[in-house]
Every structure is written in C-alpha cells, then in structure tokens.
C-alpha cells in the first residue's frame, strides 16, 4: 500500500447538497474516486440549497458559491478546480 499523499489535489464544486441530494452524492463520490488516477484527490464541495431550478435567483446563487469556491480552492493551493 502507498502511504505517500496524493501529488495533485482537485476541487469540485457540486450545485448539490449532501443531505437533500444524499442519495446522488452517495453514487456520485464513489464513482469519482473511482475514475481517479493515483497521485490525486478529490474533494467534493457542496452548496446548500442545492441547484433544484434554473431560475436566475438559483443560477445566481450557484454562479456565487463557484466562484467563492474557486478563490478557496487557491488560497488553499489545489491542484485544480
């Protein structure tokens, strides 16, 4: 077994939260962590309340927490986002 730390670190931002969408989160992150390749990682990131329309209050809201997101994924020197 490899006890070496992941080299590259990926931000994801979701538009899902993990208890309204327990259920998609659950099959989601086994699926990504599956598809990974050694030496990364991924972290998945939730909002709350999810993305449930396309209403522009929502879109607001998710384009808000992305970009939020993405100025912490790189004060915080991922990889990737």
């Known amino acids: 077994m490899n006890d070496t730390p992941p080299k590259h670190r990926i931000w994801a931002q979701g538009g899902t939260d993990h208890i309204g969408h ?5 099959k989601l992150l086994p699926h990504l962590q599956s598809v990974l390749d050694p030496g990364f990682s991924l972290d998945f990131q939730s909002i709350t309340p999810s993305v449930t329309s396309t209403h522009a209050l929502t879109e607001f ?5 992305a970009v939020r997101g993405a100025i912490e994924a790189k004060r915080q020197a991922y ?3």
């Open 61 to 65: 809201g998710f384009g808000r927490a």
């Open 22 to 26: 327990a259920s998609y989160v659950a």
């Open 79 to 81: 990889d990737a986002y």
